[in-house]
């Protein structure tokens, strides 16, 4: 009896750990990506609103230049220049620029939160993108250029992670895939 007690609970230990490994327990765990969390969503929000989101290598690159660009800027010693200034006369094209602080997230929950704060706030860039008192009131969007995106308009993307100002942030870059 003590053995078949042993075996059935060994049985259900296996049980609960594949359920949890087959419902994303854990998920997306300490070892986040967030970037590449951030440019998934995105892709997959437009991809179920049957409009096209591509994440490029071109655009990652874009973005690390961006922050390269913005952190070696000497206006950064200011400690009057925000980071958003930095970005908007450190960037070159026609791009809308949505930038976070960047760090290790513990939970889940927070996870999600700094993904759904990264979307809507694509959305809303988008959606106000005419609108430079929309940009102007916004601390963590910036355009840069004269970018021109519709609501229905398929888009590229990329994101980078970099320092700037003595702090970690995660730039997302978006631009109309027409342009």
Same mark, same amino acid.
């Given at each position: ?45 437009? $991809?179920?609103?049957?409009? !096209?989101?591509?994440?490029?290598? @071109?655009?990652? %690159? ?5 922050? #390269? +660009? /913005? ?30 602080? $960047?760090?290790?997230?513990? !939970?889940?929950?927070?996870?999600? @939160?700094?993904? %759904? ?5 694509? #959305? +809303? /860039? ?54």
């Amino acid at each position: 009896m003590k053995l078949f007690k042993k075996l059935a609970a060994a049985v259900l230990v296996a049980a609960l750990a594949l359920t949890m490994v087959g419902c994303g327990a854990g998920g997306m765990g300490s070892a986040i990506d967030l970037k590449n969390e951030v440019l998934n969503a995105i892709e997959d929000d437009y $991809y179920t609103d049957n409009k !096209t989101a591509t994440h490029t290598t @071109a655009m990652d %690159a874009a973005a690390a230049k961006l922050i #390269e +660009n /913005a952190a070696a800027d000497e206006a950064a010693k200011d400690e009057n220049v925000t980071v958003k200034d930095l970005l908007r006369n450190n960037g070159t094209g026609n791009y809308i620029a949505i930038f976070m602080p $960047y760090g290790q997230l513990s !939970t889940e929950l927070m996870q999600q @939160a700094y993904i %759904a704060e990264m979307k809507g706030t694509l #959305e +809303n /860039a988008i959606r106000y993108v005419a609108n430079d008192e929309y940009y102007a009131d916004r601390d963590m969007l910036v355009k840069i250029g004269s970018p021109v995106i519709g609501k229905d308009d398929p888009i590229e993307i990329g994101a980078a992670t970099g320092k700037i100002k003595d702090k970690n942030y995660l730039v997302l870059l978006v631009q109309n895939a027409k342009a």
